[in-house]
């Protein structure tokens, strides 16, 4: 037997030693010792003054739970600047002068901390620009009026209600905007360590779901031990996200730090505990699910694949699906039943009829009562009895 | 732990002794810069790589808990910092890929008749996404579903993305027994 193309490859690459020239350790020795001062490439420099500066201040973090966060001290400011920026930023003045003046008693002008105020880092990329201007003009209406976006902020943001700034004028709020909208490329450009805008936080938040969540937790459906992740950052708030801890590993007083749970790939229990998981990543994880959730949300093609998933878990063995109808099965035809009920009527009926019988034994015990089975655990989610509706629908045409 | 020696050397690096330090650095900096040559575009790039690599090592090192083996440690840090740098720009995946080789018209060469330093350059010369696929999948031995999630691109693309290259390779490297020219 030869040898595959692999192993080959492998062979002759796994042990490959180039002895690298002297500038690499002097550059290591410096950035080891001092960060912000390299030689060289200068956008390499900073983006490594900026990866071991906020190294460091990671590792700190993970010593102190609640710290503050260290991005203040490495955001430039115009007056303030660190030695690797040599080219100021020419952000929008008039939006800064706006900016100066009305929000930043409340909001960090870094844009990137909650102080009294959320930090308001790319939050044009975050909201509709029109709400935005609603919003800064008149919160407590907004709220008042049922916003929905407006009633999750205030939810978790109360009791403090921002200002109202009736006076601002179109031109004042599209230069404020700007100003913010620019800011925050530029410390999503020149920081990618620190913080990401929207997209590339989800992407990353991907990664992170992939190698930390997945294995206990899947978007549709009920796994063993973890409830399904769909809509997750719509029914809780962030702050309950960002604090929730595993209480039985919580009770043990555990601490793990997050090399052990990277490493584990996703074997360890909820990761959040201890404080571990550095936020800005937990942050990247449920934006990464809202975007899933949208993605099933509007997208009727996920949804109808999304429903078939969820049918074939939850009714698939009783009910035959509706493309296969020569098997037997217990349950009747389901493709037509939506035709004659409505889906309120339908999602009661599949809770809490005892006429669902049959087949109990055969159910996990936490969904039979005296024998009898109880859907009411099966059925917990409206999110997948509105999928599996959506799905029968799409049967019939 | 049957490594005493290496065990010293940690504990003098974790105490901050710069003379263990450079002679941690010496010990495993060859090797790591191997690594760091097949996942950048220039040498350039790969000194700028292990440059970074070796920060965080010295940074983290603290967090190694002597489970596994040190160097496989070494090389984990290594590859990700890579891939970070490469994620930074983009992954690219063109679909014209032999245009991306120097010398399309040269004689396929021989697996066999290569040295390492041949074989880095050649894979060198992949575009980005390529590149990354196929050290982490041939070389390193991660599976697919691991790439993917490290890469942020779906399985099926791993793989697609990875068979490709593949044959890119395969076309500058002809193995003898198949020699396979398109003439």
Known sequence: MSKSFEEKMRDKLKIYEVQPPDSVWKGVQKGAAKPGIFPGNRFLSIVLAVTALAGALFLWSLLNEDSASPNEALIVDETNKTPVDTVPPVFNRRGKAVFDNYCRTCHDPGLINDLTGPALFGVTRRRPMDWLYRFTRNPAQMIREGDSIAVRVWDEWKPSLMNAFPNLTDQELEDLYNYIEQ??????????????????????????????????????????????????????????????????????????????????????????????????????????????????????????????????????????????????????????????????????????????????????????????????????????????????????? | MKHPEQDQLLRKCLAGKPSAQRRFYERYAPRLYGVCLRYARTETEAQDYLQEAFIRIFRDLNQFRGEGSLEGWLRRITVRTALGALRKERLEFP????????????????????????????????????????????????????????????????????????????????EPENSRRHE
């Open chain 1, 183 to 397: 800011r925050s490329e530029y410390i999503s450009q020149h920081y990618p360590d620190l913080h990401q805008l929207p997209e590339q936080a989800e992407l990353q938040g991907q990664m992170l779901y992939q190698r930390l969540c997945s294995s206990c937790h899947s978007v549709l459906t009920q796994e063993s031990n973890a409830p399904p992740l769909f809509g997750i950052t719509r029914r809780r708030t962030s702050s309950y996200l960002l604090n929730y801890r595993h209480p039985a590993r919580y009770s043990r007083g555990d601490t793990l730090n997050l090399d052990e749970i990277l490493q584990s790939d996703g074997q360890l229990f909820f990761p959040p505990e201890a404080g571990a998981i550095p936020e800005r990543m937990l942050r990247s994880i449920y934006e990464f699910l809202e975007g899933e959730t949208d993605r099933y949300r509007l997208d009727l093609k996920s949804r109808v694949e999304a429903g078939m998933q969820v049918y074939e878990q939850l009714c698939g063995s009783c009910h035959i699906p509706g493309y296969l109808s020569d098997q037997e099965r217990p349950g009747p035809d389901l493709r037509s039943v939506h035709r004659r009920h409505s889906r309120q009527w339908l999602m009661d009926f599949t809770r809490n009829s005892r006429q669902m019988p049959a087949v109990a034994d055969s159910l996990p015990p936490r969904e039979r009562v005296q024998g009898r089975p109880v859907y009411e655990h099966r059925f917990e989610y409206d999110f997948q009895l509105e999928m599996i509706y959506d799905y029968l629908e799409w049967l019939e045409e």
């Open chain 2, 95 to 174: 679909a014209e890929m032999e245009a991306f080789f120097n010398h399309p018209a040269s004689e396929p060469t021989a697996l066999e008749a290569l040295q390492a330093r041949d074989i880095a350059a050649i894979i060198r010369q992949l575009p980005s996404g390529y590149r990354a696929v196929f050290n982490l999948y041939a070389i390193e031995g991660y599976r697919h579903a691991e790439i993917a999630g490290m890469l942020g691109i779906s399985e099926g693309a791993s793989r697609s993305q990875y068979a490709r290259a593949r044959k890119a390779l395969q076309n500058l490297l002809t």
